[in-house]
Protein backbone atom coordinates (compact mmCIF):
# COMPACT_ATOMS: atom_id res chain seq x y z
CA UNK A 1 0.00 0.00 0.00
CA UNK A 2 1.13 3.16 -1.13
CA UNK A 3 2.11 5.24 2.11
CA UNK A 4 -0.01 8.47 2.61
CA UNK A 5 2.27 9.95 5.58
CA UNK A 6 6.02 10.40 5.31
CA UNK A 7 8.60 11.77 7.49
CA UNK A 8 10.21 15.06 6.46
CA UNK A 9 6.92 16.01 4.71
CA UNK A 10 4.05 18.11 6.04
CA UNK A 11 0.31 18.60 4.46
CA UNK A 12 -0.42 22.04 4.11
CA UNK A 13 -4.55 22.19 5.52
CA UNK A 14 -6.11 23.53 2.38
CA UNK A 15 -3.23 23.44 0.51
CA UNK A 16 -3.15 24.57 -3.36
CA UNK A 17 -1.89 25.12 -6.78
CA UNK A 18 -0.37 28.86 -5.77
CA UNK A 19 1.51 28.27 -2.43
CA UNK A 20 4.12 27.32 -4.43
CA UNK A 21 6.95 30.25 -4.33
CA UNK A 22 6.57 32.64 -7.72
CA UNK A 23 3.29 30.47 -9.17
CA UNK A 24 -0.17 32.75 -9.49
CA UNK A 25 -3.14 31.65 -11.15
CA UNK A 26 -7.08 32.65 -11.77
CA UNK A 27 -10.59 31.92 -13.66
CA UNK A 28 -13.33 33.46 -14.97
CA UNK A 29 -16.43 33.49 -16.59
CA UNK A 30 -16.25 33.68 -20.55
CA UNK A 31 -19.52 31.98 -21.50
CA UNK A 32 -18.40 28.72 -22.93
CA UNK A 33 -20.79 27.78 -19.84
CA UNK A 34 -24.22 29.36 -18.73
CA UNK A 35 -22.75 30.32 -15.52
CA UNK A 36 -19.71 28.38 -14.00
CA UNK A 37 -16.41 29.99 -14.03
CA UNK A 38 -15.37 28.30 -17.49
CA UNK A 39 -11.62 29.91 -18.47
CA UNK A 40 -8.21 29.90 -16.26
CA UNK A 41 -4.62 29.81 -16.30
CA UNK A 42 -1.61 29.18 -14.08
CA UNK A 43 1.90 31.36 -14.37
CA UNK A 44 5.27 30.83 -13.22
CA UNK A 45 6.98 34.18 -12.44
CA UNK A 46 10.08 32.99 -14.75
CA UNK A 47 9.96 29.74 -17.10
CA UNK A 48 9.91 26.26 -15.59
CA UNK A 49 10.63 22.95 -16.00
CA UNK A 50 8.03 21.24 -17.30
CA UNK A 51 6.84 17.16 -17.31
CA UNK A 52 3.80 15.89 -19.21
CA UNK A 53 2.09 12.55 -19.17
CA UNK A 54 -1.21 12.12 -21.85
CA UNK A 55 -4.17 10.02 -22.23
CA UNK A 56 -3.28 7.02 -24.58
CA UNK A 57 -6.77 7.35 -26.09
CA UNK A 58 -5.90 7.25 -30.15
CA UNK A 59 -8.31 9.96 -30.37
CA UNK A 60 -5.98 12.65 -28.82
CA UNK A 61 -7.44 16.38 -28.59
CA UNK A 62 -5.53 19.67 -30.39
CA UNK A 63 -4.73 21.63 -27.53
CA UNK A 64 -2.85 18.20 -25.83
CA UNK A 65 -1.52 17.93 -29.04
CA UNK A 66 -0.06 21.27 -29.03
CA UNK A 67 1.08 21.05 -25.38
CA UNK A 68 3.14 17.67 -25.58
CA UNK A 69 5.10 19.10 -28.81
CA UNK A 70 5.95 22.25 -26.87
CA UNK A 71 7.31 19.52 -23.37
CA UNK A 72 8.65 17.50 -25.83
CA UNK A 73 11.12 20.14 -27.60
CA UNK A 74 11.62 22.32 -24.21
CA UNK A 75 10.69 21.13 -21.60
CA UNK A 76 9.74 24.07 -20.12
CA UNK A 77 6.41 25.57 -19.76
CA UNK A 78 5.89 29.20 -18.14
CA UNK A 79 2.03 30.03 -18.49
CA UNK A 80 -1.04 27.76 -18.89
CA UNK A 81 -4.37 28.34 -20.20
CA UNK A 82 -7.40 25.88 -19.91
CA UNK A 83 -11.06 26.14 -20.67
CA UNK A 84 -14.10 23.83 -19.70
CA UNK A 85 -17.26 23.13 -21.24
CA UNK A 86 -15.51 22.17 -24.62
CA UNK A 87 -12.62 19.73 -25.23
CA UNK A 88 -11.93 21.13 -28.83
CA UNK A 89 -11.40 17.25 -29.83
CA UNK A 90 -12.72 15.74 -33.03
CA UNK A 91 -13.07 19.27 -34.64
CA UNK A 92 -10.22 18.66 -37.56
CA UNK A 93 -8.13 21.39 -39.04
CA UNK A 94 -9.94 24.10 -37.26
CA UNK A 95 -9.89 22.66 -33.90
CA UNK A 96 -5.89 23.01 -34.67
CA UNK A 97 -6.24 26.43 -35.76
CA UNK A 98 -7.92 27.64 -32.38
CA UNK A 99 -5.81 25.65 -29.90
CA UNK A 100 -2.58 27.65 -31.64
CA UNK A 101 -4.61 30.79 -31.39
CA UNK A 102 -5.12 30.21 -27.82
CA UNK A 103 -1.51 29.73 -27.47
CA UNK A 104 -0.15 32.53 -29.36
CA UNK A 105 -3.25 35.21 -27.89
CA UNK A 106 -1.79 34.02 -24.30
CA UNK A 107 1.75 33.85 -25.17
CA UNK A 108 1.69 37.94 -26.28
CA UNK A 109 -0.52 38.96 -23.28
CA UNK A 110 1.42 37.42 -20.37
CA UNK A 111 4.84 38.22 -22.58
CA UNK A 112 6.15 34.82 -22.96
CA UNK A 113 7.88 32.63 -25.54
CA UNK A 114 4.93 30.88 -27.65
CA UNK A 115 6.83 27.41 -26.95
CA UNK A 116 6.42 28.30 -23.11
CA UNK A 117 2.36 28.55 -22.90
CA UNK A 118 0.76 24.95 -22.57
CA UNK A 119 -2.77 24.74 -23.58
CA UNK A 120 -5.85 22.00 -22.40
CA UNK A 121 -8.97 21.78 -22.64
CA UNK A 122 -12.34 19.57 -21.42
CA UNK A 123 -15.62 19.33 -22.10
CA UNK A 124 -18.46 18.19 -24.83
CA UNK A 125 -16.21 16.84 -27.58
CA UNK A 126 -16.92 17.59 -31.79
CA UNK A 127 -17.79 20.83 -30.69
CA UNK A 128 -16.10 23.60 -32.23
CA UNK A 129 -14.60 26.34 -29.39
CA UNK A 130 -16.37 29.98 -29.55
CA UNK A 131 -13.17 31.98 -30.55
CA UNK A 132 -14.83 35.06 -29.36
CA UNK A 133 -15.11 33.91 -26.07
CA UNK A 134 -11.89 32.54 -25.70
CA UNK A 135 -10.36 35.80 -26.90
CA UNK A 136 -12.47 38.18 -24.75
CA UNK A 137 -10.82 35.54 -21.70
CA UNK A 138 -7.40 35.36 -22.38
CA UNK A 139 -7.25 39.33 -22.36
CA UNK A 140 -7.92 39.01 -18.94
CA UNK A 141 -5.42 36.05 -18.10
CA UNK A 142 -3.27 37.14 -15.08
CA UNK A 143 -5.75 40.35 -14.15
CA UNK A 144 -6.18 40.60 -10.38
CA UNK A 145 -10.21 40.87 -10.21
CA UNK A 146 -9.78 37.00 -11.52
CA UNK A 147 -7.01 36.16 -9.70
CA UNK A 148 -6.88 33.30 -6.72
CA UNK A 149 -6.07 29.57 -6.76
CA UNK A 150 -9.92 28.80 -6.13
CA UNK A 151 -11.09 30.38 -9.47
CA UNK A 152 -9.17 28.71 -11.00
CA UNK A 153 -9.81 25.53 -9.49
CA UNK A 154 -13.46 26.28 -10.29
CA UNK A 155 -12.95 27.24 -13.96
CA UNK A 156 -11.52 23.82 -14.66
CA UNK A 157 -14.15 21.63 -13.88
CA UNK A 158 -16.99 20.30 -15.55
CA UNK A 159 -19.16 17.69 -13.96
CA UNK A 160 -17.35 17.52 -10.61
CA UNK A 161 -19.13 18.54 -7.81
CA UNK A 162 -16.08 19.82 -5.48
CA UNK A 163 -12.72 21.49 -6.39
CA UNK A 164 -9.45 19.35 -5.64
CA UNK A 165 -6.19 20.48 -4.16
CA UNK A 166 -3.48 19.53 -2.07
CA UNK A 167 -0.03 21.00 -1.21
CA UNK A 168 2.40 20.00 0.76
CA UNK A 169 5.93 21.29 2.39
CA UNK A 170 9.61 19.80 2.74
CA UNK A 171 13.54 21.00 3.49
CA UNK A 172 15.51 20.26 0.84
CA UNK A 173 19.23 21.98 1.21
CA UNK A 174 17.73 24.11 3.86
CA UNK A 175 15.34 25.78 1.72
CA UNK A 176 11.23 24.97 2.13
CA UNK A 177 9.90 23.21 -0.51
CA UNK A 178 6.31 23.44 -1.76
CA UNK A 179 4.74 21.00 -4.03
CA UNK A 180 0.60 22.08 -4.70
CA UNK A 181 -1.43 20.95 -7.10
CA UNK A 182 -4.85 21.11 -8.26
CA UNK A 183 -7.14 18.61 -10.81
CA UNK A 184 -10.55 18.19 -12.35
CA UNK A 185 -12.10 14.77 -12.62
CA UNK A 186 -15.55 13.33 -11.67
CA UNK A 187 -16.91 10.76 -14.99
CA UNK A 188 -14.85 9.26 -17.73
CA UNK A 189 -12.35 8.07 -15.49
CA UNK A 190 -9.90 4.76 -15.68
CA UNK A 191 -6.59 4.01 -15.36
CA UNK A 192 -3.92 5.13 -17.97
CA UNK A 193 -5.63 8.88 -17.68
CA UNK A 194 -9.59 10.08 -18.90
CA UNK A 195 -11.07 13.14 -18.64
CA UNK A 196 -8.96 14.55 -16.40
CA UNK A 197 -6.88 17.40 -16.15
CA UNK A 198 -4.07 17.67 -12.90
CA UNK A 199 -1.30 20.72 -12.81
CA UNK A 200 1.19 20.36 -9.94
CA UNK A 201 3.64 23.04 -9.35
CA UNK A 202 7.05 23.69 -6.96
CA UNK A 203 9.45 26.26 -5.92
CA UNK A 204 11.90 23.36 -6.48
CA UNK A 205 14.98 23.42 -8.39
CA UNK A 206 14.26 20.29 -10.43
CA UNK A 207 16.46 19.22 -13.86
CA UNK A 208 14.34 18.48 -16.74
CA UNK A 209 15.77 15.44 -17.73
CA UNK A 210 14.80 13.59 -14.01
CA UNK A 211 11.37 15.61 -13.94
CA UNK A 212 9.75 13.66 -16.62
CA UNK A 213 10.59 9.79 -15.71
CA UNK A 214 10.07 10.80 -12.50
CA UNK A 215 6.00 12.17 -13.15
CA UNK A 216 5.68 9.15 -15.15
CA UNK A 217 6.37 6.69 -12.27
CA UNK A 218 4.40 8.97 -9.88
CA UNK A 219 1.55 8.77 -12.12
CA UNK A 220 1.83 4.68 -12.37
CA UNK A 221 1.36 4.88 -8.99
CA UNK A 222 -1.72 7.36 -8.65
CA UNK A 223 -3.82 9.17 -11.32
CA UNK A 224 -3.47 6.01 -13.36
CA UNK A 225 -4.27 3.77 -10.64
CA UNK A 226 -8.28 5.34 -10.30
CA UNK A 227 -11.46 4.37 -12.32
CA UNK A 228 -15.18 6.07 -11.84
CA UNK A 229 -16.85 4.24 -15.26
CA UNK A 230 -13.98 2.79 -17.57
CA UNK A 231 -14.00 5.10 -20.23
CA UNK A 232 -10.84 7.41 -21.00
CA UNK A 233 -11.38 10.46 -22.78
CA UNK A 234 -9.48 12.53 -25.28
CA UNK A 235 -7.91 15.42 -23.64
CA UNK A 236 -6.71 14.33 -20.64
CA UNK A 237 -3.17 15.07 -19.28
CA UNK A 238 -0.87 15.89 -15.74
CA UNK A 239 1.74 18.66 -15.52
CA UNK A 240 4.16 19.21 -13.10
CA UNK A 241 6.05 22.29 -13.57
CA UNK A 242 9.43 23.38 -11.33
CA UNK A 243 10.31 27.19 -11.34
CA UNK A 244 13.08 27.01 -8.96
CA UNK A 245 12.27 29.93 -6.85
CA UNK A 246 13.78 28.24 -3.71
CA UNK A 247 17.18 27.76 -5.80
CA UNK A 248 18.07 25.01 -3.94
CA UNK A 249 20.92 22.51 -5.39
CA UNK A 250 19.08 21.34 -8.55
CA UNK A 251 17.34 17.73 -8.01
CA UNK A 252 18.06 14.66 -9.72
CA UNK A 253 18.44 10.85 -9.14
CA UNK A 254 22.24 11.81 -7.88
CA UNK A 255 20.70 14.15 -5.00
CA UNK A 256 20.36 12.86 -1.58
CA UNK A 257 16.77 14.18 -1.35
CA UNK A 258 15.95 13.09 -4.58
CA UNK A 259 13.71 10.50 -3.00
CA UNK A 260 12.08 12.86 -0.07
CA UNK A 261 11.24 14.69 -3.22
CA UNK A 262 9.49 12.12 -4.88
CA UNK A 263 7.42 11.16 -2.00
CA UNK A 264 6.17 14.81 -1.84
CA UNK A 265 4.90 14.85 -5.61
CA UNK A 266 3.75 11.06 -4.72
CA UNK A 267 1.65 12.33 -1.60
CA UNK A 268 -0.10 15.36 -4.08
CA UNK A 269 -0.85 13.17 -6.83
CA UNK A 270 -2.50 10.46 -4.28
CA UNK A 271 -4.29 13.19 -2.64
CA UNK A 272 -5.68 14.58 -5.97
CA UNK A 273 -6.07 10.87 -7.41
CA UNK A 274 -8.01 10.06 -4.66
CA UNK A 275 -10.07 12.82 -4.38
CA UNK A 276 -10.92 12.57 -8.32
CA UNK A 277 -12.26 8.80 -7.40
CA UNK A 278 -13.99 10.00 -4.01
CA UNK A 279 -16.01 12.49 -6.80
CA UNK A 280 -16.94 10.16 -9.34
CA UNK A 281 -20.27 11.19 -11.25
CA UNK A 282 -23.19 10.40 -8.74
CA UNK A 283 -20.64 8.73 -6.24
CA UNK A 284 -21.59 8.27 -2.50
CA UNK A 285 -18.17 6.48 -1.29
CA UNK A 286 -14.28 6.06 -2.19
CA UNK A 287 -13.31 2.67 -2.46
CA UNK A 288 -9.97 1.42 -2.24
CA UNK A 289 -8.80 -1.62 -3.38
CA UNK A 290 -5.75 -2.89 -1.66
CA UNK A 291 -4.01 -5.68 -3.24
CA UNK A 292 -0.75 -7.46 -1.52
CA UNK A 293 1.44 -11.39 -2.07
CA UNK A 294 1.35 -10.69 -6.06
CA UNK A 295 4.14 -12.41 -7.83
CA UNK A 296 5.28 -8.86 -9.17
CA UNK A 297 3.97 -4.74 -8.65
CA UNK A 298 2.67 -5.13 -11.98
CA UNK A 299 0.12 -8.21 -11.26
CA UNK A 300 -1.30 -6.30 -8.29
CA UNK A 301 -1.51 -3.65 -10.30
CA UNK A 302 -3.50 -5.60 -12.74
CA UNK A 303 -5.55 -7.55 -9.63
CA UNK A 304 -6.17 -4.02 -7.90
CA UNK A 305 -7.68 -2.24 -11.04
CA UNK A 306 -9.41 -5.46 -11.90
CA UNK A 307 -11.96 -5.16 -8.39
CA UNK A 308 -11.94 -1.35 -8.84
CA UNK A 309 -13.08 -1.31 -12.07
CA UNK A 310 -16.05 -3.97 -11.58
CA UNK A 311 -19.27 -2.85 -12.04
CA UNK A 312 -20.96 -5.67 -9.85
CA UNK A 313 -18.10 -4.80 -7.46
CA UNK A 314 -19.13 -0.93 -7.46
CA UNK A 315 -23.36 -1.55 -7.15
CA UNK A 316 -22.47 -4.48 -4.13
CA UNK A 317 -20.64 -1.30 -2.59
CA UNK A 318 -23.52 1.79 -3.26
CA UNK A 319 -25.59 -1.16 -1.60
CA UNK A 320 -23.79 -2.19 0.97
CA UNK A 321 -23.84 -5.56 -0.01
CA UNK A 322 -21.07 -7.80 1.62
CA UNK A 323 -21.01 -10.09 -1.41
CA UNK A 324 -17.30 -10.93 -1.42
CA UNK A 325 -18.07 -13.24 -4.48
CA UNK A 326 -17.74 -10.31 -6.83
CA UNK A 327 -14.46 -9.63 -5.17
CA UNK A 328 -12.93 -12.92 -5.76
CA UNK A 329 -14.66 -13.00 -10.02
CA UNK A 330 -13.07 -10.01 -10.49
CA UNK A 331 -9.55 -11.24 -9.12
CA UNK A 332 -10.01 -14.42 -11.53
CA UNK A 333 -10.32 -12.51 -14.73
CA UNK A 334 -7.48 -9.96 -13.97
CA UNK A 335 -5.44 -12.92 -15.94
CA UNK A 336 -2.84 -12.74 -13.35
CA UNK A 337 -1.09 -15.84 -11.35
CA UNK A 338 -3.83 -16.58 -8.75
CA UNK A 339 -3.50 -19.57 -6.74
CA UNK A 340 -7.35 -20.16 -5.52
CA UNK A 341 -5.99 -22.25 -2.45
CA UNK A 342 -3.93 -18.79 -0.83
CA UNK A 343 -6.67 -16.05 -1.41
CA UNK A 344 -7.55 -14.57 1.51
CA UNK A 345 -10.07 -11.11 0.96
CA UNK A 346 -11.55 -8.47 3.93
CA UNK A 347 -14.02 -5.86 4.15
CA UNK A 348 -11.73 -3.58 6.10
CA UNK A 349 -10.86 -5.35 9.33
CA UNK A 350 -13.73 -8.10 8.66
CA UNK A 351 -12.49 -11.50 7.12
CA UNK A 352 -14.35 -13.23 4.64
CA UNK A 353 -12.03 -14.97 2.90
CA UNK A 354 -8.96 -17.28 4.28
CA UNK A 355 -6.48 -19.49 2.29
CA UNK A 356 -9.40 -20.43 -0.45
CA UNK A 357 -12.21 -20.99 2.51
CA UNK A 358 -15.25 -18.93 3.48
CA UNK A 359 -14.84 -17.60 6.46
CA UNK A 360 -18.23 -16.97 8.81
CA UNK A 361 -19.23 -13.57 9.63
CA UNK A 362 -21.96 -11.57 10.41
CA UNK A 363 -23.20 -10.05 7.40
CA UNK A 364 -24.96 -7.27 9.43
CA UNK A 365 -21.64 -6.57 10.50
CA UNK A 366 -20.29 -6.70 6.83
CA UNK A 367 -23.21 -4.22 5.64
CA UNK A 368 -22.67 -1.89 8.72
CA UNK A 369 -18.97 -1.19 7.34
CA UNK A 370 -19.79 -0.85 3.52
CA UNK A 371 -22.29 1.74 4.21
CA UNK A 372 -19.14 4.21 5.48
CA UNK A 373 -18.18 7.01 3.08
CA UNK A 374 -14.61 5.16 2.67
CA UNK A 375 -14.38 1.50 2.14
CA UNK A 376 -11.19 -0.77 1.64
CA UNK A 377 -11.07 -4.11 -0.28
CA UNK A 378 -8.25 -5.99 1.23
CA UNK A 379 -6.68 -8.84 -0.75
CA UNK A 380 -3.77 -11.18 0.08
CA UNK A 381 -3.08 -13.54 -3.02
CA UNK A 382 0.44 -15.29 -0.66
CA UNK A 383 2.09 -15.18 -3.83
CA UNK A 384 5.09 -13.15 -3.78
CA UNK A 385 6.32 -9.61 -2.67
CA UNK A 386 4.20 -7.67 -5.43
CA UNK A 387 1.91 -4.96 -3.74
CA UNK A 388 -0.12 -1.90 -4.86
CA UNK A 389 -3.62 0.16 -4.19
CA UNK A 390 -5.77 1.49 -6.61
CA UNK A 391 -9.04 3.58 -6.01
CA UNK A 392 -12.81 4.19 -7.09
CA UNK A 393 -15.96 4.52 -6.49
CA UNK A 394 -19.58 3.30 -6.27
CA UNK A 395 -22.19 3.18 -9.34
CA UNK A 396 -25.40 4.59 -8.49
CA UNK A 397 -28.30 5.44 -9.83
CA UNK A 398 -27.13 9.23 -10.44
CA UNK A 399 -24.18 8.35 -12.59
CA UNK A 400 -26.97 7.48 -15.60
CA UNK A 401 -28.59 10.55 -15.11
CA UNK A 402 -26.03 12.62 -15.29
CA UNK A 403 -24.75 10.85 -18.45
CA UNK A 404 -28.17 10.52 -19.95
CA UNK A 405 -28.29 14.54 -20.14
CA UNK A 406 -24.70 15.54 -19.98
CA UNK A 407 -25.10 18.18 -23.09
CA UNK A 408 -28.84 19.24 -21.41
Known amino acids: MIATKVEGIHKIENGHVTMPKGFSAGGLHCGIRKKRLDFGWIHSDNPAATAGVYTLNAF ?213 SKSIARDGEGATKLIEANVKGAPSELAAKQVAKAIISSNLVKTAVYGADPNWGRIITAVGYSEQPIDPDKICVSLGEIEVVKDGYPVEFNESDGKKYLENESVSLNVDLQNGLGEATAWGCDLTYDYVKINASYRT
Do not use: Y
Request: proline share 3%.
Open 60 to 272: QAAPLKITKQCIDKGQTIQTVVVNSGNANSFTGKQGLLDALEMQELTAKKMGVILEHVAVASTGVIGVSLPMDNIRTAIQQVGSAEHAGSENFEEAILTTDTVTKHMAVQLEIDGKTITIGGAAKGSGMIHPNMATMLGFITTDAAVEADSLQPALRSIVDKSFNMITVDGDSSTNDMVLVMANGQQENEPLNEAHPKWSLFLEGLQMVSEGL
